[in-house]
């Protein structure tokens, strides 16, 4: 099975102006080449490959906050700022991107960083691994403080959930907020790691989940129920 992964980390209403999501894009991006040399610059979307490699993402706050404000939701305030960005790989499978919405502070829609993980190639190669996935996810926590953010594969998410909500299923990668209280014991070969006084980064295999893999399943199955249990597993939104 050619599973297809990707990374996201999601959180609730969260009122914030375009300095301060400048501020975090800006933490993100400054630590994402240390993750992986892919992820070292990005590019805003154009009209064609050509013209978006004319439009590069300088990771400064004074220029971040021009692309924030520029994403401002033109009908209602409250949806907050939308950004895209492409890193520039020639190849579409084996490219990453992201997309963000922060700011906002309406219960409809959760604020969100997404990132499109390569699906063949070198890059993905290297990135669909637990040490990048993991460096991603950290990323993330640092930069947005997410209520919960995973990095999985989309065919597993499928399988566990008809409507997955973030927040109410298991992945490979994940990071609970210490807002949603303690992350109990967990079975081998799970891997737990503090991520400062911000959350918990779960690691559920060191080798390559996959939906294909009964174990895998099994084990994602148990965590769930664990972390259910503890009350930790609750939906972003209402």
Known sequence: MNEKYYAGAYWGARRESPEECARRLEILLVSL????????RWFR????????LTRPIEPM?????????????RVFEDL?????????????????????TCGGYTDAVNNFCFFQLPGRGPNADRVVTAPVLSGLVKSMAMAWEPDCAV????????????????????????????????????PGPVRIEPIEDKGTLIVLTPERFTAANPEHVALAERVGELLARAGLMQPVTP
């Open 33 to 40: 080449p240390a993750v992986d040399s892919s992820f070292a």
């Open 151 to 186: 990095a999985t594969s989309s065919a597993h998410r499928d399988l566990v959930s008809e409507s997955p909500k973030p927040g109410t299923f298991v992945g490979w990668v994940m990071y609970l907020s210490a807002r949603r209280g303690t992350v109990p014991p967990l």
């Open 80 to 100: 907050g700022f939308r950004l895209s960005a492409w890193n520039g790989v020639g190849d579409d499978y084996d490219a990453s991107g992201f997309d963000l």
């Open 45 to 52: 979307p154009g009209k064609s490959r050509k013209d978006a």
């Open 61 to 73: 706050r004074a220029e971040l906050e021009k692309l924030v404000r520029r994403g401002k939701d």
